[in-house]
């Protein structure tokens, strides 16, 4: 993944990557969560501890913009 302000590259994984695609639109961590324990094998409460690292991972690189 390549910022195109900044030259950041960045690996992600299928989870990392659908992440990505569904924050093209505005949606709350439980709603991400939600779609993607319904779409991958994965416990919720392993999905949201991933989740929430891969979003400050990427609000950390200013590629995230977190508004309430």
């Known amino acids: 993944l390549v910022g195109s302000e900044m ?11 659908r992440i990505w695609s569904l ?3 505005p949606t ?7 779609q ?13 501890q991933e989740t ?3 979003l400050q991972r990427l609000q950390q690189d200013n590629l995230l913009q977190v508004v309430s």
Do not use: H, M, R
């Open 7 to 17: 030259c950041i590259e960045t690996d992600i994984n299928e989870v990392g990557s």
């Open 28 to 34: 709350t961590v439980a709603d991400l969560i939600g």
């Open 36 to 48: 993607l324990t319904n779409e991958f094998e994965i416990t919720p409460e392993a999905c949201q």
């Open 52 to 54: 929430l690292v891969f």
């Open 23 to 25: 924050l093209e639109k």
